[in-house]
């Protein structure tokens, strides 16, 4: 059996990442929904009914914070999972004198 090393360049392997990818997000978008409504829920018990835009406008707010931020916590282990961290090629590699 070989090794083979994951690559996003494997239309296999790419199928399987990229699944894995949105299921996650999938999963977050749920998690995001329910801290965005918690969120409104714990405004309008301590200040009261408010407006709907005020609502609309907290829910959105939150909702779409926690998901970019788990779409791009996700994009960046898809990154590094996929091993396109380790093919970069820095033109600067060994030019840069650091602490001398």
Do not use: K, N
Not at 67 to 96: C, K, N, T
């Amino acid at each position: 059996m070989t090794h083979r090393t994951p690559d996003l360049d494997d239309p296999e392997y790419a199928a399987f990442a990229w699944g894995r990818y949105r299921t996650i997000l999938g999963w977050m978008s749920g998690f995001a929904l329910l801290v965005a409504l918690f969120c409104a829920g714990i405004m309008w018990w301590l200040l009261g009914a408010f407006q709907l835009h005020m609502m609309i406008a907290t829910v959105l707010g939150v909702f779409l914070t926690v998901w970019l931020a788990a779409a791009l916590m996700g994009l960046m282990f898809l990154s590094s999972g996929s091993g396109h961290d380790e093919r970069i090629e820095d033109p600067l590699a060994g030019e840069i004198d650091i602490g001398d």
